[in-house]
Each structure stands twice: as structure tokens, then as C-alpha cells.
């Protein structure tokens, strides 16, 4: 096999949503098992509807994924003219023809097709006509002569060979009278030139691969091999939609979620590698292939893309999670974390993130580490008199500690239980109550250690008071 050469060309319309993060993260990981290229189009070709912001968000949103592209972005709408170059050579050797039809004769055959049950196409009007019978004034557009006869095979590795009879095929415009390429014909023309091999892509563009086909055959190119990967569905079994969770990439990251968690759960959307479920991006690199793409829909799962976020978090390095929490922490916090405050979350980190699915569970959980959060329901069960008669003998004992580490508080706490006759959760409750204001946290006796003696007893002090 020729190095292999692959690209990703989304439309920038709007934001890179999950289907598209998955075509990439497919490109980018085939060509990187091949030790290939992977490269970045932006098709702004609906100048309507393209915007920079639009492109700043796809590859920001990229760059998080950490699907890093090779070599500069190409952007289809400035490579018109060599689109057009192609259509007039196409022209000139008798593969394309031009077409005076208005917009009413149009309209007419449409109705007529219609009318008489047949494919609402172009009906090859002006295909073998003398262009010196064309109207006055009539700017022409530039069609391509399709096949009508026989039929065209393509050999999907995702959809097996799929077959079309050529009389489906309609003589697509490849040139507009205002001189601005066709989608279709600046697609075969931008993979060409930019060498590529596999075109791998949602399977609502396999019908376009049977008349890209015939272009490349026209202009004497080299036709990529191609896979055409079923659509994402929501649990449903629905096309997937914003009910079902179909956001942006750059949306996902804003719930907390870990683009190391984003790629494995879109990596196992539509792919398998026996019954592994948490695949590290390096054993993805070296198992992914094109023939483990399954024919049928994937199904979007939060729970599932949740549940695989806080298998990473729990794996996560503790100083690196304390940075990623910082935008989550200072927007809970109205002002940016202190360099003391990130140093104290990092130390208490390995039971924090025990607990927390998402970045913002983490940095919510983390607040217990700058003040007492307020009592939720639970909490306030256990902030009776009793139970603050509990925390003052609690104070008695802890003044009297010289060491103040997990082991010896433990220790201290148990006993102070035992003398009172109880059982040490029903110490440990009211404890973590008047620490932390929550009645659930990770181990007390960790906090206790990560927080210090001075502000333990300060905060047991202001609860029993």
C-alpha cells in the first residue's frame, strides 16, 4: 500500500458536533495506524453560511480532541479557479456540455418528471445539442455527461460492494452560470490534489460516491478507495438530535468532559475491538482499522460517555486535574483559585476524584477545601445539640494531637467513639457535617489531614458553638 492519505473536511456552518468528531477521530486514527497523513479541508464553499466563527470553534475543538492534523488547513473556497480549470478541461474533451436551461424550463421538467412518475432530475436536455442553437443572454452552466447505461460498483470497506444503475444517474451540474464550482466537483478536485487514498464518511454521502466516482474516471484520476460509516443514532433508535445529546464537541468540554474520555466513547461508536470497553489512545492507534466498522447505527449514550469520563478522572494525574478544574472552580468561586488553594485541592485530589463523573462534579467537591459548603437536606440531620456536644469533646481531644496525619486522627476518632459508647459512623457523620457541610465527602480523615489541625478545629469550633 502508497502511504496512506486522509482527510476530514467539515462544512463550517456550526460547531464540530459528535458525528463529525467521530469521522475525524476515525481519519485521524487510520492514518495514524498506517503511519500516514491526516489532513484538515474546511469546505466554506456556502459563503452564506460559513462564518470564522464557525471555523475558530471546529479547530478549537480539534485541537482539544487532540486530533492534530499534518501540514497547513486548506480551505475549498479558495481553490475556485482550479475547480474551474477542471470543469473547462472536462468541457473541452467532450465529458461535459454546456446547458442554457433557465430556472422556469427547470422547474417544468421537475413538475413533468412528476407528473408522470419519474426521477425529478435534469432530463439531459442540452447533452447532445449544438451550443450555436443556445439563446441570447443565457449564461450557461457547465453539466457533466454521466453514464446512462450499465452500472456503477463501489467496493465500501464498511458497506461491502453496493451497486447503482447508471440510469439513476443524473448529468450534475459541476459549473454555475456565475462561474462558482459545484460541491460535488470542488470534493473531487481538493482530494486529488491533495493525494488522498481513503475517503472515510458518513454513509449519508454514499450516493455521492457513485457519480464522484464517474469524475474521477472523466478526468483520468486515480479513484480513492472508500467507507462510508453509518450515522449516529440516540438511544432511541432515532436519528440523533440535540434532545438526544447531539451538541458540539466544544459544548461537551464545557460540561467537564476529558477529550482522553471523549475519543475512547467515540471510538466505540460504530467500532470494536472484542469485548474491550476503556481503549488508552495508544492501543487504539494500533487495533483500529477499517473491516472493525460494523454496517448497523451506533447509539448515542450519555451514561455510557459519563461512565467512561470517570474511569479517566479516577486514572488522571492529580496536579493536571487541579489545572483543568480551575475555569470550573473560578466561575463556582466568582475569582481565580490561589496558587494555596490549587496546592490544598491537589493534595486532597486522590479522594475527590474517587467520587466526581465530570470536571464540574470535581470542582464542586473541591469547595470543601476553601470553606464549609452549605448544609444540604442531610447534612442538617446531624447538626442537633447532641450531636454538637459530640464535636466539643471531639475538640478536646484533637487539641491535645502533636502529629495530625490521617493514622493518628483515625485513631483518635475511633477511640473518642468507643467512649461514648458509639459506633464511629455515628461520629464520622456529624464530623464531616461540621467540616465540610456535606454529608457526603471523600474519607473525613483525609480531609481532616488535608486541611490541617488550625483549620479543623476552627471550623469544629464555629459548628458546635
Not at 474546511?42 to 499534518?70: C, F, H, Q
Not at 442553437?133 to 452500472?151: D, Y
Not at 456565475?178 to 460535488?184: I, K, R, S
Request: aromatic letters at 8%; hydrophobic letters at 40%.
Amino acid at each position: 500500500m502508497s502511504q496512506v492519505i486522509v482527510r476530514f473536511a467539515p462544512s463550517p456552518t456550526g460547531y464540530l458536533h459528535i458525528g463529525g468528531a467521530r469521522t475525524a477521530l476515525f481519519n485521524w486514527l487510520f492514518a495514524h495506524h498506517h503511519k500516514g497523513k491526516f489532513l484538515l479541508r474546511i469546505e466554506d464553499t456556502d459563503r452564506a453560511r460559513s462564518t470564522p466563527e464557525a471555523v475558530d470553534a471546529i479547530l478549537d475543538s480539534m485541537k482539544w480532541l487532540g486530533l492534530n492534523w499534518d501540514g497547513d488547513v486548506v480551505f475549498q473556497f479558495a481553490r475556485a479557479n482550479r475547480h474551474a480549470e477542471v470543469a473547462k478541461q472536462l468541457l473541452a474533451e467532450g465529458k461535459a456540455y454546456y446547458c442554457y436551461c433557465t430556472p422556469e424550463e427547470l422547474e417544468k421538467m421537475r413538475e413533468h418528471a412528476k407528473e408522470n412518475g419519474l426521477p425529478q432530475r435534469y432530463n439531459g436536455y442540452w447533452r447532445d445539442r449544438d451550443p450555436a442553437e443556445a439563446p441570447k443572454g443565457i449564461l450557461p452552466v457547465i453539466r457533466f455527461k454521466a453514464p446512462h447505461t450499465g452500472e456503477t460498483l463501489i467496493d465500501d470497506h464498511v458497506q461491502g460492494t453496493v451497486r447503482l444503475d447508471n440510469v439513476q444517474l443524473d448529468d450534475m451540474v459541476l459549473l454555475r452560470a456565475d462561474g462558482t464550482p459545484t460541491y460535488m466537483l470542488s470534493v473531487v478536485v481538493d482530494d486529488h490534489d491533495m493525494g488522498i487514498t481513503h475517503v472515510i464518511r458518513g454513509d449519508d454521502h454514499l450516493t455521492n460516491a457513485f457519480r464522484q466516482k464517474h469524475l474521477y474516471l472523466a478526468a483520468d484520476w486515480t479513484v480513492p478507495e472508500f467507507a462510508h460509516i453509518p450515522l449516529i443514532h440516540g438511544p432511541d433508535g432515532a436519528k440523533l438530535s440535540k434532545r438526544h445529546g447531539a451538541l458540539g464537541a466544544e459544548q461537551y468540554r464545557e460540561m467537564g468532559f476529558l477529550p482522553e474520555a471523549m475519543r475512547n466513547y467515540l471510538l466505540r461508536l460504530g467500532w470494536g475491538h472484542g469485548d474491550e470497553e476503556i481503549i488508552p489512545t495508544e492501543k487504539a492507534i494500533e487495533w483500529f482499522d477499517l473491516p472493525a466498522i460494523g454496517r448497523s447505527p451506533a447509539r448515542f449514550d450519555t451514561a455510557k460517555l459519563t461512565h467512561i469520563n470517570a474511569h479517566y478522572i479516577r486514572q488522571y494525574d492529580n496536579h493536571e486535574l487541579a489545572k483543568l478544574i480551575i475555569p470550573f472552580l473560578s466561575g463556582l468561586l466568582g475569582e481565580v483559585p490561589s496558587k494555596a488553594q490549587l496546592d490544598l485541592i491537589t493534595k486532597g485530589m486522590s479522594g475527590l476524584k474517587e467520587r466526581a463523573k465530570t470536571l464540574i462534579e470535581l470542582a464542586e467537591s473541591a469547595l470543601i477545601y476553601f470553606k464549609v459548603q452549605p448544609h444540604d437536606e442531610k447534612a442538617l440531620k446531624f447538626c442537633s445539640d447532641d450531636h454538637k456536644k459530640l464535636i466539643q469533646k471531639v475538640i478536646l481531644r484533637l487539641n491535645g494531637l502533636d502529629v495530625f496525619d490521617h493514622d493518628t486522627v483515625a485513631n483518635t476518632i475511633r477511640s473518642e467513639a468507643e467512649e461514648n459508647g458509639i459506633k464511629l459512623g455515628d461520629l464520622a457523620q456529624p464530623l464531616r457535617v461540621a467540616i465540610t457541610g456535606r454529608s457526603v465527602s471523600p474519607s473525613v480523615f483525609e480531609v481532616m489531614e488535608v486541611l490541617g489541625k488550625d483549620e479543623i478545629l476552627k471550623r469544629l469550633k464555629n459548628f458546635s458553638a
